[in-house]
């Protein structure tokens, strides 16, 4: 498989949100290009990324991909695969660089005869709940490779799981 192929779908984002069937095959695959070749190398690291890219058809990126069931300390964990958090860094992507626009309905192709954005605060609320969505799949994956480490073999197991970047200020 080679770098700008593909790893989910359209229909494998729309199982998080919805966004709309007319939706531009062609801007989904390049906003898909950008969102594996930064955020997944982000979060895989070098190493893996490239393995990843270059084995893909191997079981264990397939489960790295779709999920798995896996036991840790005798209690058996979902792990729910990639394709959560890289649906989620599309419906971002989607939201803040495409010409899709976010409105009460959900996600839609803009047509400026037929369409009303979302109100400003809605559209910060949608993004900052898909910033949350991504860094809770983002510890998900982390969490899931520190425990594969046999498996996964490239992967940098120093990672932690549950950074965020909030900050509560308590008064």
Not at 87 to 104: E, R, W
């Amino acid at each position: 498989m080679a770098l700008n192929d593909p790893v989910i779908t359209l229909t494998d984002v729309r199982t998080y949100e919805d966004v709309d069937k007319e939706y531009s095959s062609t801007r989904f695959s390049g906003f898909l290009t950008q969102v594996q070749n930064k955020e997944l190398r982000e979060l895989l690291g070098d190493e893996l990324w490239l393995d990843f890219f270059d084995n893909i058809s191997d079981t264990k990126y397939q489960t790295l991909i779709s999920g798995e069931n896996y036991t840790e300390n005798g209690e058996t964990i979902y792990y729910p695969g990639l394709k959560p958090f890289l649906s989620f860094c599309m419906l971002l992507k989607i939201i803040t660089k495409g010409d899709v626009f976010h409105t009460n309905r959900g996600n839609f192709q803009y047509n400026p005869e037929t369409a009303q954005s979302a109100e400003k605060y809605t559209i910060q609320q949608t993004t900052g709940d898909y910033q949350l969505s991504i860094k809770f799949y983002e510890n998900e994956v982390i969490k899931y490779l520190n425990q594969k480490t046999s498996t996964y073999t490239l992967w940098d197991a120093k990672r932690e799981t549950d950074q965020t970047d909030f900050q509560f200020n308590i008064v």
